[in-house]
């Protein structure tokens, strides 16, 4: 299982790069083989505002559908297009090109609740 050290992590299972005040977010290595075959990804929240621990939308796999959870306060501005097309990067690449979504952090501080990878390896037994 990759859990790159540079990341944080929620106990949902979303990870978050941090890049000043705009994060990117996707679902982890452990997440997607959880899921198995994702075939869908769908955000309908783009130029919403949402706190920590909202929903900000779901992803199907060929087993079942889980929500996401937005891991800071926030602005989505952005989501990752291409997934509309091609689910299984979540699967290929979950950490690159299956990125899901940019927001930017209303409250920096946030991102001091989140996990190490450390504390993420730990927490799936890993």
């Known amino acids: 299982m990759n859990v790159p050290s540079e990341l944080k992590y929620t106990k949902d299972h979303e990870w978050v790069k941090v890049e000043g005040d705009i994060i990117t977010v996707g679902i982890t290595d452990f997440a997607q083989g959880e899921l198995g075959d994702i075939v869908y990804v769908e955000v309908d929240t783009v130029d919403e505002t949402l706190d920590a621990e909202e ?41 690159g090109e299956g990125w899901m979504i940019k927001v930017k952090c209303s409250d920096i501080s946030e991102l001091d609740n989140l996990l190490t990878a450390e504390e993420y390896t730990e927490l799936v037994g890993a």
């Open 55 to 95: 929903i900000f939308g779901t992803v199907e796999a060929v087993k079942t559908v889980s929500d996401l959870f937005l891991p800071v306060s926030g602005e989505i501005i952005e989501f990752n297009a291409s997934l509309e097309d091609e689910p299984e990067k979540v699967n290929t690449d979950p950490y």
